[in-house]
Nanobody, 127 residues
Framework: QVQLVESGGGPVQAGGSLRLSCAAS????????MGWFRQAPGKERECVAG????????SYAENVKGRFTISRDNAKNTVYLQMNSLKPEDTAVYYC????????????????????WGQGTQVTVSS
């Protein structure tokens, strides 16, 4: 089965940085776009970033644009989320997800576009 495992979360002060990693196995990683989502307690899950199968196209939520960078290393079957200038509002459980269709392009912010999810990693930003 496809498995996604996130790592790199933890506590950080406002203005600091974290790099999240998501290691994938069980499917041809390079054929699928990937996304990062986050969910705070009592809040709806939201997409923060997406990246195409090749890494040639990325998308970001407006409130993280310029601060977060999504990237991937297909040789390592890993997708990353570099988070800089963190704010308390970024506090959430962060999940990586793999798109359900290979070589699919277009929308990245809909949960229905993904069929595999990691277990999540907690990011806590203190003010």
């Amino acid at each position: 089965q496809v498995q996604l495992v996130e790592s790199g979360g933890g506590p950080v002060q406002a203005g600091g940085s974290l790099r999240l990693s998501c290691a994938a196995s069980g499917r041809d990683f390079s054929r699928y776009g990937m996304g990062w989502f986050r969910q705070a307690p009592g809040k709806e899950r939201e997409c923060v970033a997406g990246i195409s199968w090749s890494g040639g196209s990325t998308s970001y939520a407006e409130n993280v644009k310029g601060r977060f960078t999504i990237s991937r290393d297909n040789a390592k079957n890993t997708v990353y989320l570099q988070m800089n200038s963190l704010k308390p509002e970024d506090t959430a459980v962060y999940y990586c997800a793999q798109k359900r269709r290979p070589f699919n392009s277009g929308i990245y912010n809909s949960q229905s576009e993904y069929d595999t999810w990691g277990q999540g990693t907690q990011v806590t930003v203190s003010s």
